[in-house]
């Protein structure tokens, strides 16, 4: 099967950590992918490594003329037997390229994010008739899908995949020594961890006035912010109001921003808690990575975030933007028996029901149905030529 992928996103973060595996995944497979992407963007570089081709198209808006007739000719042009529409601009290009076509190829849309996305006719027309179907990383996103009014048979719930294997044991190992010590930290210092863009939406703001409410009672506290974003400079000048920043070895709690990092591992094995205390979150791939690597989570009751914690088993939920609840729950952690049990508990749950496999095998199932029911003309001329008439 050959499938074209149309990814707008410059950047690189969760949702493109996903398309990378399941690319891996397909070529493995014996399909073919190829990848729409803007210039200059971050994926570029995943493509090269599998060696995949790349069409470059600017796409500057969602509503950008030359983008969606760049598309339109593309769509064509490679005769896919389907066509993933992987981000929100990408869908809505894609699906305006593709809109006078009564025989083009399927199209897939991935949905990331839990917005409320609204019941206007082009709301509807966007993830019912414009697509053949709807991949939500979660629940929490399926139900906002099915809201528009589309069928529910065409909206499939395939929850985002971790690398286990990568997580596990992670944190016994001399790594956790070398990059506390590479941090500065040589004692018992507590170290929490928050690896999220510095967008509002992830709520790290909400994280800073819980971390100035902590008594000065308990151990000492490192809090680590992984991760760039437009808002970096207005949490940094709010973390210096509140006494996070450089502070003295008097005071309990200091923040430290490092900037985007990439891997997240060594992060991971030198920190004891992790909090994702997003407004809105699809799923959070990076709390996934926290719970494959036994520590002690605390995040938001919101999104898909409800499907991976279990409250007071695999982590601790809080309700969203409540300062108060949040420090309390990050005061339970100094407890020290209460985080070995809870991060015991949420390395479990990532191993059993969020391993990168799952996630690829049914998202290919989905491909593969979704292009069986209804092959393109031309898609279907080219595998009778090439004697593969099950699209493989």
Not at 362 to 370: G, K, R, T
Request: charged letters at 25%; a positive charge; one cysteine or more.
């Amino acid at each position: 099967m050959r499938i074209l992928h149309v990814l707008s996103e410059r950047g690189y973060s969760g949702g493109e950590d996903q398309l990378a595996h399941l690319l891996e995944h397909l070529a493995a497979r014996g399909h073919e992918s190829i990848v729409v992407l803007n210039p200059g963007a971050l994926f570029a570089q995943t493509c090269q490594r599998l060696g995949l081709v790349v069409h470059e198209v600017r796409m500057r808006n969602d509503a950008d003329l030359v983008a969606i007739l760049r598309l339109r000719s593309l769509f064509k042009s490679t005769n896919p037997d389907l066509i993933h529409l992987a981000c929100s601009r990408g869908h809505k290009l894609g699906a305006l390229a593709d809109v006078t076509s009564k025989r083009g190829p399927p199209k897939i849309v991935t949905r990331r994010m839990d917005y409320p996305i609204g019941a206007s006719a082009l709301r509807r027309w966007l993830y019912g008739s414009a697509v053949d179907a709807v991949v939500a990383i979660s629940e929490g996103v399926r139900r906002e899908v099915l809201a528009v009014g589309v069928a529910a048979q065409r909206v499939h719930c395939v929850h985002d995949g971790i690398d286990v294997g990568r997580f596990k044991g992670l944190r016994q190992g001399e790594q956790r020594e070398q990059v506390r010590r590479e941090l500065g930290v040589v004692d018992d210092t507590l170290i929490g961890l928050t690896t999220a863009s510095l967008h509002r939406r992830k709520g790290q703001d909400v994280l800073l006035e819980a971390l100035a409410r902590l008594p000065d009672t308990g151990p000492r506290l490192l809090w680590l912010f992984a991760g760039d974003g437009p808002e970096r400079s207005a949490l940094e000048q709010r973390a210096a109001a509140l006494g996070l920043l450089g502070t003295a070895l008097s005071r309990r709690v200091e923040a430290r921003f490092l900037g985007a990092v990439r891997p997240v591992d060594g992060l991971l094995a030198a920190s004891d808690l992790f909090c994702l205390p997003s407004r809105r979150e699809g799923l959070g791939v990076a709390l996934l990575e926290a719970m494959a690597a036994g520590l002690a989570v605390v995040a938001t009751a919101i999104g898909g975030m409800v499907e991976a914690v279990q409250d007071g088993v695999s982590g601790l939920l809080v309700p969203v933007e409540d300062v108060a609840a949040l420090a309390r729950a990050l005061e339970r952690l100094d407890d020290p028996e209460l985080r070995a049990r809870l991060g015991s508990a949420a390395e479990a749950r990532a191993e059993r029901d969020f391993g990168l496999e799952r996630m690829c095998e049914q998202s290919e199932a989905i491909y593969l149905a979704v292009a069986s029911e209804r092959p393109s003309a031309a898609a279907a001329r080219r595998r009778v030529q090439q004697g593969r008439p099950d699209g493989r």
